[in-house]
């Protein structure tokens, strides 16, 4: 057996010789599969019988979601999501304070707990109407202590100092398991041989005992690694105290936060329209304007168990996993290189797979193109679109799109999508990378509309008309074959032809008009059509008196809700490495780890009523 291969084979690929330019052997110098294009499209679209057809798509040309999505803030990390008081500053909620440090605002938060926290009694009526949208919702569960508020920056201030390592619950840096796990993953379906079932073993609990036994087989000192294994496992014993965790930084990156919340709740969740009053004992008002009422809600749907991938057993139907169908690969590559045409490409494996995929290319644009049909179009849904290639996440809810058509050798638009159709032939720019299967092409300019961020406010009410959209133009072009069905398709940097960065003389007024087009989409995703089913209010004492504070007996499942661990370990399937480092040698290692981290959500039932009082 070849650990090499085991180890490393994603690593090794052909090269494919373009006008003198090497390129991997991946999309789009390779057409994709366009069975799984297809297959793709009915899981996102969780449709059967998907439009496929172009003659059956162009009927859906233009479209927008039945509801729109509401804006909200993505609660910035570094300011402690909703913990956050987001007062206002000439610079700007996202540029607050202390916004390059976030310890600045963490100190911040120790000093407002022993001080504003500790008087809420005190308050003036305007001092409670700006308190953080967490800290109301403590005082509205009669909480003093301020549970849910304290868990945020706790959250905060781990990930700030040691990010994941912070809720490390389980690390085997010795490993050795990987020989009972194969045997354990060839009673299942998820592989054919006892090689493929090693390799999958190794990948997910292989450690310092597997990585020692592939370099004595290696260097011709065993024959297999299961005679090598064992060996291993004595040496890792060994060594294994020389072994320490890679430190991690203690920064929070700006745009962290919770928009993975925000934009999946947005396209769903019933819009919060007015502001909401409580009575509060000492006469006062706890007001809940509209954005405190966002900030709760997409926190809930951000440490809701929803955001795990929709996971169906093929042979029972059942889900196994979350409410999340998605499409694409985050690009992790940092300055991905362009290729002769000025489009972005994945020149080297991905830094944290070690595999070779076609990520910083963007999602297919065949994919693209059906998912805005048949989910938008068809559907009348919204889903999230992660805007932009590169290792930054920043998920925004699809509002619309419009499609223009084009001749992609031409250029030339046409009204009628069938006069811009052509024949594949030596004119089209892209023809050795098309499908065997494709007989035409069809340019595509597709104009998307997505729901932007805004900074939190205490505007009284809320509507569409609040709401920042933005919209992004880009151009591709996709494969047909005899009969119209879209099987493939290529991205364009420029409508037609080379984009380059710079164009005419250096200093000359036309030396930027020429800069490639990058703006397809990283990935995208959708929340399942069954979305309520991971939202169960539970069964409490009834809230009559909406004017006032809810039943004492609600805090107590508050506290739980606040108190939810996640927990990414082997009992759930996740099989995640953590990266250790010889003390003497700086050797590293990848090796098992679990983890579970405190995943504090609002009481649903409390979300419910809010939104409720709010319509």
């Not at 912070?166 to 379906?189: C, V, Y």
Request: glycine share 6%.
């Amino acid at each position: 057996m070849n650990l090499k291969v085991i180890f490393y084979n994603s690593l090794f690929l052909t090269l494919t010789s373009v006008a003198n330019a090497k390129y991997p052997n991946i999309y789009p110098f390779v057409p994709a599969d366009d069975q799984v294009i297809h297959k793709t499209v009915k899981r996102v679209s969780e449709d059967t019988s998907p439009i496929l057809n172009m003659k059956d798509a162009a009927k859906y040309s233009s479209a927008k979601s039945k509801k729109q999505p509401w804006s909200s803030s993505f609660w910035p990390l570094n300011q402690g999501l909703i913990a956050s008081n987001y007062e206002s500053t000439r610079i700007g909620y996202y540029l607050d304070r202390g916004f390059f440090s976030w310890t600045k605002n963490y100190n911040t938060f120790l000093a407002r707990k022993n001080g504003v926290l500790k008087n809420i009694e005190s308050l003036t009526q305007g001092q409670l109407n700006t308190l953080a949208p967490s800290e109301k919702y403590d005082i509205l569960m009669g909480d003093s202590s301020f549970d849910l508020t304290n868990r945020l920056w706790d959250y905060t201030y781990k990930w700030g100092t040691k990010k994941e390592n912070a809720f490390i619950s389980n690390l085997n840096i010795t490993g050795g398991k990987s020989l009972e796990r194969a045997n354990e993953i060839l009673k299942t379906d998820m592989a054919d041989t006892y090689t493929d079932a090693l390799s999958i073993a190794i990948n997910q609990v292989g450690g310092l005992a597997e990585s020692i036994a592939a370099n004595l087989v290696e260097s011709n000192q065993y024959q297999s690694f299961e005679d090598a294994l064992q060996e291993g496992i004595r040496q890792a014993g060994l060594e294994k105290d020389n072994y320490v965790l890679v430190k991690k930084n203690k920064y929070i990156a700006l745009w962290e936060g919770i928009c993975h919340g925000w934009s999946t709740a947005a396209g769903v969740v019933p819009r919060p329209t007015r502001t909401v009053k409580f009575d509060l004992p000492n006469g006062k008002k706890l007001k809940f304007y509209p954005d405190d009422i966002k900030g709760l809600i997409s926190l809930l749907w951000a440490n809701s168990t929803i955001q795990d991938g929709k996971w169906i057993d093929e042979k029972t139907g059942k889900n196994f996993g979350g409410g999340v169908i998605s499409a694409g690969l985050r690009c992790n590559l940092k300055n991905p290189k362009k290729d002769r045409w000025g489009r972005v490409y994945d020149d080297r494996p991905d830094p944290f797979s070690g595999s070779h995929d076609p990520r910083c290319v963007g999602v297919h644009p065949a994919t693209w193109h059906l998912a805005l049909v048949n989910i938008i179009g068809k559907q009348g849904r919204s889903f999230i679109v992660e805007r932009k290639i590169s290792d930054e996440v920043d998920n925004h809810p699809m509002s619309s799109y419009k499609m223009r058509y084009y001749n992609p050798n031409t250029g030339r638009f046409k009204n009628n999508f069938m006069d811009a159709i052509t024949t594949i032939n030596k004119d089209d720019q892209f023809e050795e990378f098309r499908s065997p299967k494709a007989k035409y092409i069809l340019g595509v300019l597709t104009t998307m509309t997505y729901i932007d961020y805004r900074k939190p406010t205490r505007y009284f009410n809320d509507s569409p008309a609040n709401d920042d959209t933005k919209d992004i133009k880009m151009y591709y072009d996709l494969e047909l074959d005899e009969e119209y069905n879209i099987i493939g398709g290529q991205w364009r940097a420029k409508k037609t032809g080379v984009a380059r960065e710079f164009q005419g003389r250096p200093g000359s007024p036309g030396r930027r008009l020429n800069r490639p087009n990058h703006n397809q989409p990283d990935f995208f995703w959708v929340i399942t059509k069954d979305w309520k089913n991971y939202f169960q209010a539970e069964e409490l004492e009834p809230w009559t008196n909406t004017t006032k504070l809810p039943p004492k007996s609600w805090k107590e499942k508050a506290l739980k809700a606040h108190s939810f661990v996640y927990q990414k370990t082997h009992n759930f399937n996740w099989y995640e490495k953590c990266s250790v480092a010889n003390k003497e040698t700086g050797n590293t290692v990848k090796v098992p780890c679990e983890f579970k981290t405190n995943q504090p959500q609002p009481l649903l039932n409390v979300v419910n009523k809010l939104i409720e009082l709010s319509k």
